[in-house]
Structure formats: structure tokens, C-alpha cells
């Protein structure tokens, strides 16, 4: 017991610096990772409230399951009460970013939860279990360290009761972190996840950003000559370049490459705030360009499982000067159509027609898809070729669970088996469009039974009877796609459309495929 006000504050101090001890030998060491979390960002100091409640909601509903036998902690099925907040997209960002740090070190944190004996001493209910994970990870991320409020933020009682828990335990949890990296030998938690998923880390902070220019409305011209005002330099790569630069990309003359530390303070630029330079991944600029260069002025394109819209309005945009339309279909709610249209509006996209039946519904005989050439078919994919897994998500509409198959370093054999035979139906399907000349296929996986295989599969099955030419597999665009894993175009052109020597593939920018 302490009595007097002396040994309280050498108390204070004594524990504090056996934090700083033990936090020390838990996270140091560790160069890749500190390189990569400390590149001139500023110190972490913790996050909104709200933040902590969404990125524990989405943790719940993503977070590994186990038997009866080896579950340590159980969790509730209650998710919490969110704000409105969680509709900002940088609010989101930062939720599923946490989230999925989380994930990844789910049977660690809760080692140290049970290690620190925080479970099972603690009343906290079940529900809040999630709340724990998410708010320890960054507790630890933050070396134990209290979190900076800001002045007008509002406190929501469930974060403040699970920070007001941990603090009081801060010294058993950092000294339970330790003897966790002690026992895997590592230098720090981060060394102790799989090392297909430490590849995956290393390449999402070296890989750069890719934005396409909206040339409805502006010129790339113009667009380097904004950016140049706003003090960025027009480079030839932007590889191992730390400055305030940007690249046009050598397959796509309106895709801009810039370093990817720059996505903060280029998300602030009036370009991005008007939809004059839109943010998205290579792969899709891949896809809606080797459709441009398939068709004729009047030919039509249906779209299959776009994902996000900007793939869609940038199709629309490559053809403003044609008399192209440009189907979508399975957009099943009728509620979404109005948000769409004023999208397409802001964006200058004149030439987009919704239509709300799903691909296998629609018949290749349906009146409004007889002037059909090209058909872009997205499919569903395990994703592994994405480095960045939270910017999919937000961007693509992608599902959720995508960050576990990430946390594990790829998806079940079981998921990856349903996945093909999703993709080799929509295949089959869009072969049956006997007035459609080409079929461009563009997944963002890198494994061969949802690219390659399935399109040979595809076209060992197809009816030979139902078109003049049958499909044939274009292998002139291996020869691209090899540095892009994850494509393949089904072709069937007459001879004035086959000069496609410019084209680029579809597929993934963001995973070189290693030789």
C-alpha cells in the first residue's frame, strides 16, 4: 500500500519506464516494419472514438472462428452502435485498416489478453470483446502510450470503459507482448505472421498510385500543367522517388503513376475533388482500354460485375466520342439508380444504360444487347493479386471477407474451387452472345485455375455451332500480361478488327509476376 504522495509519483514513474522497457523488446527490431510505419509520418497517436467502434463492427464480422475446444475468448453477436461519421470514406479507410491489422494478429492479441489475465478476471460483456482486439492492437501499435483526444471530439461510453480497462493493465499486457516475441524467437509480432503475408505488406508500401485522367472533362495538357502549379514534376518513373512527382503510364496514355506517399495531400487537390483525375487500380484502366481498341465507332459493350462505377463512367468516357452505348448489368436495386445517374452526371458520362437483370438472366437474343461487340466480364475473384485490400474494398464494392483470405495469405481451396466455377459459368454464358466479337476477361488473382484454366476450359466447352468463328484464347496479350497476373481476352474478330498491337491486357498492375 502507498502512503504518502512521494511514492505514488515514483510509482508512476518506475512503471512508465518498465512500459518503455518492455515495449522496446516487443516492437523493436523489426527494420522493414518500422521502415514502413515510420517513413516522415508523424507519431500515432490513436483515433477518433468512432473509428475504434466501426473497425471493431467490421472485426466481428470477419474475425476467425474456432472450435468449442480452443476458443479462448467468445464474442458477442451484438455489433455496436455507430455514428454518422462511418459514412466519410476516410473514416471508413482508417476503420478497415484497423480492422485488418487486428485480423492478422487476432491469436496473438488474444494470447496476451489471457496472458496479462485481463480475461478471464475482467465482468466486461461479450459484445465488447471485439471493441478489446481492435483497441489492443493499437494500443501495442502505439508502444502503450496514452491516446490524444482531440477537444471537440465526443466520447462514446464503450470506448472509454475498454481504454480505461487496458490502461490499468498496460504494464502486464506490454510485459505479456514480450514474453510472445521471446517465445517465437521473433524481433517483434510482426515477424511472427506468415511470410506470404509480410510479402504482401512489403509490396502494398512500395507499390504507387495509379489515377485516370476524365478527359470529358480535361486535357491531359491541363492536368500536367495543375499539377505542376501545385509543385509536382513530370518524371519518367516513379520508382524510389520520395518528391512531390508523377508518370504517365506506358501502357494507358491517362493514367497518371504517383508515389504512393502522396495519397494524402492528392485527395486535397481540386483534380480529384471535381472527378477530373479519379483514383483506381491499374488492372481496371487495363480492362476498359483493351475494350476501346476492340471496337468500331458503333459498337456496343455490356459490362459484367463492374464493381465500382468509376470503371464504368471511365468505359464511357474512352467512347464519349463514339456512338457506343454501354450496358451494366446486374444492378439489382432500383433505389441505387438515382445516386448512379448523378454520379455519370457530375462525370460527364452520357452513354451508360442500368440495367437490373443479372448476367446468367439475360438472353443473347434480348433486343436492347443486339448491337453488342465487346463484353467486359470482372468477375469475382480471390483477389490476391490486390496489394492494397482495403482500398479494393472501399473502391470496388468488394466483400469484406476478402481481408481474411489476406490475413491468411489466400483464400480456402474450397472458396477458390467455387470461385472458378462462378467465373467458368459467366464465361460459358457470354459465349453464348453469338453477336458479340470478343470477350475480355480481367480478374485481380493470381492464381492460374481462375485465369488461364478457366478460359481453356471455357473453350474447350464451347458450342461451335452457334457462332461463324468460334472463340479462340488471344495469346498475342501474354506477352503483356505477364507483368500484370490476372487477365486473359476471348476473342472472335473479323479480320478489319484484329490490329490490336497497341492494346494492353487486362489484369494486375500491383503483382509482378515473379520469373
Known amino acids: 500500500m502507498l502512503n504518502s504522495a512521494s511514492e505514488v509519483e515514483f510509482s508512476e514513474e518506475k512503471t512508465t519506464e518498465e512500459i518503455s522497457q518492455l515495449s522496446s523488446l516487443a516492437l523493436s527490431g523489426d527494420t522493414a516494419y518500422s ?3 515510420s517513413t516522415g509520418l508523424p507519431e500515432k497517436t490513436g483515433y477518433p472514438d468512432s473509428v475504434y467502434i466501426m473497425a471493431a463492427n467490421i472485426f466481428q464480422g470477419i474475425r476467425f472462428e474456432k472450435s468449442p475446444e480452443k476458443v479462448l475468448i467468445k464474442y458477442g453477436n451484438e455489433p455496436l452502435p455507430s455514428s454518422t461519421e462511418s459514412e466519410d470514406e476516410s473514416f471508413q479507410r482508417l476503420s478497415y485498416e484497423l480492422a485488418f491489422s487486428a485480423l492478422k494478429f487476432q491469436d496473438i492479441l488474444e494470447t496476451i489478453l489471457i496472458d496479462s489475465y485481463i480475461f ?23 508502444k502503450f502510450q496514452a491516446r490524444l483526444l482531440s477537444d471537440n471530439e465526443e466520447s462514446i461510453a464503450e470506448v472509454l470503459e475498454v481504454e480505461n480497462l487496458l490502461n490499468s493493465f498496460k504494464t502486464k499486457l506490454a ?6 516475441r521471446i517465445k517465437h524467437d521473433a524481433l517483434s509480432i510482426y515477424h511472427i505472421l506468415p511470410e506470404t503475408v509480410r510479402n504482401q505488406e512489403i509490396r502494398a508500401s512500395t507499390l504507387p498510385l495509379y489515377a485516370w485522367i476524365n478527359t470529358c472533362k480535361i486535357s491531359p495538357e491541363e492536368v500536367y500543367h495543375s499539377l505542376k502549379k501545385k509543385g509536382y514534376n513530370k518524371v519518367k518513373s516513379v520508382l524510389h522517388i520520395d518528391n512531390k512527382v508523377f508518370a504517365v503510364d506506358q501502357h494507358c496514355y491517362d493514367v497518371l503513376i504517383f508515389p504512393s506517399h502522396l495519397k494524402s495531400d492528392l485527395l486535397n487537390i481540386d483534380l480529384f475533388k471535381d472527378y477530373k483525375l479519379v483514383f483506381q487500380d491499374k488492372s481496371r484502366s487495363l480492362a476498359v482500354h483493351s475494350v476501346k481498341a476492340l471496337l468500331n465507332m458503333d459498337d456496343d459493350i455490356l459490362m459484367v460485375n463492374s ?7 471511365h468505359m464511357s468516357i474512352l467512347t464519349n466520342n463514339n456512338t457506343s452505348k454501354i450496358f451494366v448489368c446486374g444492378v439489382q436495386s432500383q433505389a441505387k439508380d438515382p445516386d448512379l445517374k448523378n454520379l455519370f452526371t457530375k462525370m460527364g458520362c452520357k452513354n451508360i444504360e442500368i440495367l437490373h437483370e443479372t448476367f446468367i438472366n ?7 444487347l443486339q448491337k453488342v461487340k465487346v463484353i467486359l466480364l470482372l468477375p469475382r475473384c480471390s483477389g490476391l493479386g490486390v496489394s492494397n485490400p482495403v482500398e479494393f474494398i472501399l473502391n ?9 483470405d489476406f490475413s491468411q495469405g489466400g483464400p480456402s481451396e474450397d472458396k477458390l474451387h467455387i470461385l472458378a466455377q462462378q467465373q467458368y459459368e459467366q464465361l460459358t454464358h457470354a459465349m453464348k452472345f453469338t453477336r458479340a466479337q470478343a470477350v475480355v476477361y480481367c480478374t485481380c488473382s493470381v492464381y492460374p485455375e481462375e485465369n488461364e484454366a478457366v478460359v481453356k476450359k471455357a473453350l ?12 479462340r484464347f488471344f495469346a498475342h496479350l501474354r506477352t503483356v500480361l505477364r507483368d500484370f497476373p490476372g487477365g486473359a481476352l476471348v476473342k472472335n474478330l473479323p479480320a478489319k478488327a484484329r490490329d490490336t498491337s497497341l492494346s494492353p491486357g487486362p489484369g494486375r498492375s500491383h503483382m509482378p509476376r515473379s520469373n
Open 460 to 471: 474447350e466447352f464451347q458450342d461451335h455451332g452457334t457462332k461463324v468463328q468460334s472463340y
Open 35 to 37: 521502415e514502413k510505419t
Open 175 to 180: 510485459a505479456a507482448l514480450a514474453r510472445c
Open 120 to 142: 478471464p478476471s475482467t465482468t466486461i460483456p461479450d459484445h465488447l470483446n471485439s471493441l478489446i482486439i481492435v483497441m489492443l492492437y493499437d494500443f501495442q501499435d502505439r
Open 362 to 368: 439475360l438472353e443473347s437474343k434480348d433486343h436492347r
Open 396 to 404: 470496388e464494392h468488394e466483400d469484406t471477407g476478402l481481408l481474411k
Open 307 to 313: 464493381g465500382s462505377w468509376y470503371t464504368v463512367a
